[in-house]
């Protein structure tokens, strides 16, 4: 077998295994999020139409700025765009997490919309 096939030749590469670590510790935070959200809300509202409209929340800004989100990307220094964003969206995992504690769940639809625009723009 030649070393062409080799699997794992691109890991041995420092900056695309730390590229490959933070996706994949981005990805579980997203999926952990996402199923702390909807259990917490079916949780508060024992309405499953509430879960439907989670996953509408979050989907309308994607499908409506995935093209803009395109143009940012080609636009603009990738490198940039990532650490805005991050720095724009670590204040919404703590304000569901407050509107949570105070069993606010008629806001909770602000921060789920801003996670959709955050998620259509970097992803």
């Not at 994949?24 to 199923?35: K, R, S």
């Not at 700025?65 to 670590?90: E, M, P, V």
């Not at 504690?101 to 955050?118: D, K």
Request: aromatic letters at 14%; hydrophobic letters at 55%.
């Amino acid at each position: 077998m030649s070393s062409s096939s080799d699997f794992f030749a691109a890991l041995r590469h420092r900056d695309f295994s730390l590229l490959s670590l933070n996706q994949l510790c981005l990805t579980l935070a997203i999926l952990i999020q996402e199923v702390v959200v909807a259990y917490s809300l079916y949780q508060i509202t024992k309405n499953p139409l509430m879960l439907g409209l989670i996953g509408l929340v979050e989907l309308v800004p994607f499908i409506v700025l995935s093209l803009w989100g395109g143009y940012i990307a080609d636009y603009f220094n990738r490198q940039t765009i990532l650490k805005l964003g991050f720095a724009l969206t670590c204040p919404i995992p703590a304000c569901l997490a407050l509107l949570f504690f105070l069993h606010a769940q008629q806001s909770i639809e602000l921060p789920l919309f801003l996670l959709g625009v955050y998620g259509c723009i970097l992803f």
